[in-house]
C-alpha cells in the first residue's frame, strides 16, 4: 500500500494534523496509524481540558494564543464536519497563586505574557479574595488571573479532529507500528502488527507516551517516557461563588465541572512508567493523604468535600524539559518528523501544533509559528528549554 503521508498515532495531536493535512487539498492520500480506535488507552480524553495562555516560554504563550482563537471559533473551523461533538469550551478563566518565593517569577511571567498580546492581570491577595472569597491561604502574595482562558471537553476535541480529518478524506487504520524499514536518508515503509506494510513519502510521529519506541525503530532517540497523573472529582457541601481553573507553585490544581469539582496535583515522585492500578502503590492514599490537605489548606471549604470519583492517564513525559519536542528528530532520515514530550500540555496546543506539522510536511517549513527552538536540536545539545515558575 502506497501512501504520501503516514500518521502514527491518532490521539488528538495525530488527528490535528490529519485534519490541517487533508484539508489542504495538497498532502495528497493521508493515513493514520491508530491501533487503539476507541481511545481507551489515549492520553487525551483524561485529561483535564485546560487551555491557559499562563508560560514561560514564548513559544508556548503564543501557541496557546493560536489554539485558544481556533477552540473558541470551533464551530467556524469545523463547519460542514457531520456529527461534530460540542467542545463545551468554558472560557471562566485561570489564576495563577504564589507564595512570596515566587512573586518575583510571576512578575517576569506576566510580564512576557503582556508582550505576548495575553491579557494577565496581576493582582494582589487582597483582589484575590475580594474576587473569589472562598481562596483562603495566608501564604498567598500575588495572582495572576487570565480572563480568557479555559477549558474544553478533551473527548470532544479528539473526535472533533477526528471526524474533521476523515471528512476531508483522511484515512483510519486500526493497527501498531512494529517496524519502520529506512535506509541511510529515508523511510521507507512502515509494518504494521497485522502484516500489512505501508510505504510512505512522508511519516509524522505522534505516538504521545509510545513515541519513544516509534523513535527507536530508525535508531533514534527521544526523551520521551509515560508518566501517571492521575485527576479527581469531588462534591463540596458548602456553596463556593464561580471560580476559574486555580493553580498553585506546586502543580496543584482544581476547576468547577458540573455540580462539583475536578483536579488534583502531577505526582512527581513516581517512576517514569505505564501504572495500570491507582488503588494500590504509590497512588493508594494519594488523595487522601497528598490531594485533599492541599485543597483544603487553599480552599478551606474543601474540608466537607466527598470524593466521588479518580482516573488516571500517562503524560507523554519529556525529561530534558519538559517541552514538546517538534520536527526532525531521526539522525539521516530527511522525511519523518514528530511533535512529543509535551508534559500536559498536548490538549491545549494541538490546533497550533497540529497546524505546524502541516506546514513541516507540505512545505518544509514554519509559517503560523516559529517553532524552532523547540526542535530536537536541544536535546542533542543537551540545552533545556524549560518552563519557569509554571508546572
Request: net charge negative; glycine share 10%.
Amino acid at each position: 500500500m502506497k501512501r504520501d503521508i503516514a500518521i502514527i498515532g491518532g490521539g488528538i495531536m495525530g488527528s490535528a494534523a490529519a485534519y490541517f493535512l487533508s484539508k489542504s487539498g495538497q498532502a495528497g492520500n493521508v493515513v493514520v496509524i491508530e491501533p487503539d480506535p476507541g481511545y481507551q488507552h489515549a492520553t487525551t480524553p483524561q485529561g483535564a481540558g485546560g487551555v491557559r495562555q499562563q508560560f514561560s516560554v514564548a513559544e508556548n504563550i503564543d501557541q496557546s494564543r493560536n489554539s485558544l482563537e481556533f477552540y473558541k471559533n470551533w464551530e467556524t473551523y469545523m463547519a460542514g464536519v457531520p456529527d461534530l461533538p460540542d467542545l463545551n469550551f468554558r472560557e471562566e478563566g485561570y489564576l495563577f497563586v504564589v507564595t512570596k518565593e515566587g512573586e518575583a517569577t510571576l512578575r517576569r511571567n506576566q510580564a512576557l505574557q503582556e508582550k505576548h498580546g495575553v491579557d494577565a492581570q496581576l493582582i494582589s491577595y487582597d483582589e484575590v479574595r475580594r474576587r473569589f472569597p472562598s481562596i483562603n491561604r495566608d501564604d498567598i502574595v500575588l495572582g495572576c488571573h487570565t480572563p480568557d482562558d479555559g477549558w474544553i471537553d478533551p473527548n470532544a476535541g479528539l473526535w472533533g479532529f477526528r471526524r474533521a480529518a476523515e471528512h476531508f478524506g483522511a484515512e483510519y487504520i486500526r493497527a501498531r507500528v512494529s517496524g519502520i524499514e529506512s535506509d541511510a536518508t529515508k523511510v521507507r515503509s512502515l509494518t504494521l502488527d497485522s502484516g500489512q506494510v505501508i510505504e510512505a513519502d512522508f511519516v509524522i510521529n505522534t505516538a504521545g507516551p509510545w513515541a519513544a519506541q516509534i523513535a527507536g525503530m530508525t535508531g533514534a532517540h527521544l526523551p520521551v517516557v509515560p508518566m501517571c497523573r492521575v485527576q479527581h472529582f469531588w462534591k463540596c457541601a458548602h456553596e463556593i461563588e464561580p471560580l476559574p481553573l486555580v493553580k498553585d507553585e506546586s502543580g496543584m490544581f482544581f476547576r468547577p465541572e458540573g455540580d462539583g469539582f475536578a483536579g488534583g496535583r502531577p505526582s512527581f515522585d513516581i517512576a517514569p512508567g505505564f501504572v495500570d492500578d491507582i488503588y494500590s502503590g504509590f497512588f493508594a492514599n494519594y488523595f487522601e493523604e497528598t490531594i485533599w490537605p492541599m485543597m483544603a489548606a487553599l480552599v478551606p471549604k474543601f474540608e466537607d468535600l466527598k470524593l466521588q470519583r479518580s482516573w488516571f492517564g500517562h503524560y507523554a513525559q519529556n525529561t530534558l524539559d519538559g517541552n514538546m519536542i517538534i520536527g526532525k528528530y531521526s539522525p539521516g532520515h530527511d522525511n519523518i518528523i514528530t511533535a512529543c514530550g509535551f508534559s500536559g500540555h498536548g490538549i491545549m496546543h494541538a490546533p497550533a501544533v497540529g497546524r505546524a506539522l502541516s506546514e513541516l510536511a507540505l512545505t518544509g517549513r514554519y509559517q503560523s509559528l516559529d517553532l524552532t527552538r523547540l526542535e530536537y536540536s536541544r536535546v542533542e545539545q543537551n540545552a533545556p528549554l524549560a518552563e519557569i515558575g509554571i508546572k
